[in-house]
């Protein structure tokens, strides 16, 4: 039988909200790949806990909300910790260790997953690695390596290709296929307007705020930008960014608008500042949400994408190849030839054979 446990703080999507700390980017990455795992017939056990803001910010006692639960397949473990600074890292670690061994007992065969290498997470793999002589594959969606896994797993191609040992994998993500009814427009509440759609936090690490400034430099009457995500506009008065009548910000929503936001887009927007080291270095994941509606993506060309991308993505830099990324999509039999592409390219990029190429080669 194959197994896997998977050390990482993921919960079900209807809690992401009520955590500040836990990104939604990083939650949906790692729910997509377990999913996979569990498509390719391997069992998941999840040893996770919430993230908080050290205490003072956040609670002395960080508490677990949920224990085990069945989330799609998964078989679950929370943990609570005592919440300070040092110390929560070795009191997680230690955590993930005594609840692994109880839950499971006998590691071996087993492989373990850490999303992003924090010293609780490499810590206990390291130790279950050694007791039970299983394989540890430590993701890294940051630049930082930790450890002595047996592979390292990059979500970022620029990470990838600069990193310089062996024992390496590439995997930014994979596309969930989306049937025809998920993916057609609401032509009753789309209006006269195309759609730009957004979905991500207003700041200047997701480059939103950079791409409203060029946005509100070109001349276009038909296309409105629909912002969706956490954040402050008052940020865009700081910067003297008017959102003028072509740009609207709806801040957090639930699921079920943000699908018919998404429906209803007639392309997408992912932009990431250039002069940003972490921002342009990281791969968008975002970007996994967009390209499943089989739809355009506008984007900046940033080293944390694969090459892959290049023949399905409108890049853009400035005002100006915005504005012909704009008239490119515009254009019906442009628009068209683009959504072929994108659907070729997510049928050969899902979750399932993402996933399985990665099995395939820690030969789980």
Excluded at 79 to 102: C, D, H, P
Excluded at 123 to 132: C, P
Excluded at 201 to 210: A, K, S
């Amino acid at each position: 039988m194959k197994n896997v446990l998977w050390i990482g703080p993921i919960v079900p999507s209807e809690e992401v909200p009520k955590y500040k700390a836990i990104s939604a980017a990083a939650n949906v990455w790692q729910m997509g790949f377990v999913n996979g795992l569990i498509e390719n017939g391997i069992n998941v056990t999840s040893v996770s806990y919430i993230p908080f803001p050290t205490w003072p910010k956040g609670p002395l006692w960080a508490r677990k909300p949920l224990n085990g639960i069945d989330n799609k397949g998964i078989k679950q473990f929370f943990l609570g910790y005592l919440n300070i600074i040092y110390i929560r890292e070795l009191w997680i670690a230690t955590m993930i260790i005594f609840k692994s061994l109880i839950k499971i007992s006998n590691l071996e065969g087993y492989i373990v997953f850490t999303y992003n290498p924090y010293p609780r997470h490499w810590f206990s793999a390291n130790l279950l690695r050694l007791i039970f002589r299983c394989k540890w594959v430590s993701i890294i969606a940051d630049d930082r390596s930790y450890g002595n896994p047996d592979f390292h797993l990059f979500l970022s191609f620029d990470y990838f290709k600069r990193f310089e040992k062996r024992n390496k994998l590439f995997c930014d993500g994979g596309i969930m296929i989306r049937s025809l009814n998920e993916t057609k427009k609401n032509e009753k509440s789309s209006g006269s307007h195309k759609s730009l759609v957004f979905a991500g936090v207003l700041n200047d690490w997701t480059g939103i705020i950079d791409f409203i400034d060029l946005f509100n430099e070109i001349d276009l009457e038909n296309y409105i930008l629909h912002i969706y995500g956490k954040g402050d506009p008052d940020v865009l008065k700081n910067k003297n960014i008017s959102l003028k009548n072509k740009v609207i910000l709806h801040g957090f929503v639930n699921d079920i608008e943000l699908e018919r936001a998404c429906r209803n887009a007639y392309a997408f927007i992912n932009p990431r500042p250039l002069h940003m080291f972490r921002s342009e270095n990281n791969f968008p994941s975002k970007l996994l949400l967009y390209l499943s509606y089989n739809k355009p993506v506008i984007s900046t060309k940033t080293k944390g994408l694969s090459p892959d991308y290049d023949n399905i993505l409108s890049y853009y830099s400035d005002s100006e190849t915005l504005k012909k990324c704009i008239d490119l999509i515009n254009d019906r039999e442009n628009y068209e030839n683009i959504v072929k592409k994108i659907s070729c390219f997510n049928a050969e990029n899902t979750w399932f054979k993402k996933v399985k190429n990665i099995t395939n080669a820690i030969a789980i």
